[in-house]
Structures are given as structure tokens and as C-alpha cells.
């Protein structure tokens, strides 16, 4: 099973001068705990249930401060045509739940923990 098989194609994506807040809404309506962070087309960093939570209990007006700031910058990434299970081993090791999909430099979808787990339970 490749990752093309388990990612999601449906993305959501702020700018880095985004505000916290914002991207926090943003994973509110689409039920998910991650927003990939671009400037331009260019992917600079993700944007994590985590790091949002990191950012409300470290400053009282994280949610009015840009995404840039909380993010994790240079976020690691995968292909499509690698195995799921190299995925989900990635995110194991790196701690992390969700893995940007590139294709050269541009972004085709997100993989995560759950994707990933869901699929293999099958």
C-alpha cells in the first residue's frame, strides 16, 4: 500500500501571516488537527493541534499572532509512492501525526496516523 492510497487530496491551507485564531477555525470546520502553512505554492511549515495549544499556554494573545510564529518550520515530508507503512514508521520516530505528500515542491495531499492505522485495521 503506497501513500497515494491513504492521503488526503483535500487540503487545507493558511499563509504564514495567518493568525492563529485563523487557522485555528480552519481545523475547527474541517475536523482536522493540522493546517499546512505555504507562501505562495512553496510549503514553509505546518501548523498542529499541538503547536496551538503550545502558542495559548506560552502568550495570551496567540490567537491574534501570525502562524509563522508557532509553526513547525521545514516540516518533514513524503511522496506518494512511498510505502504507507514508511509513513506511519516516519511519524512514529519523528513524534509527529501528520506528514505533508509532495511532489517535487508541491504539495498533493496529507497523510496521517490515522489514515495511515485506519487503513492497515482494514
Known sequence: MKVADVMSSNLCVAGPE???????TLMGEH???????????QLVGILTERDIVR???????????????WMTKGPTTIT??????EALRTMVQGGFRHLPVLEGNK????????????KLAE
Open 80 to 85: 506518494p509512492d512511498h510505502d504507507a507503512r
Open 18 to 24: 495567518s493568525t492563529v485564531g485563523e487557522a485555528a
Open 107 to 118: 504539495v498533493v495531499g496529507m497523510v496521517s496516523m490515522r489514515d495511515v492505522a485506519g
Open 31 to 41: 475536523a482536522i488537527g493540522s493546517v499546512l502553512i505555504c507562501d505562495e505554492e
Open 55 to 69: 502558542a495559548l499556554s506560552s502568550a495570551h494573545d496567540a490567537p491574534m499572532r501570525p502562524a509563522e510564529e
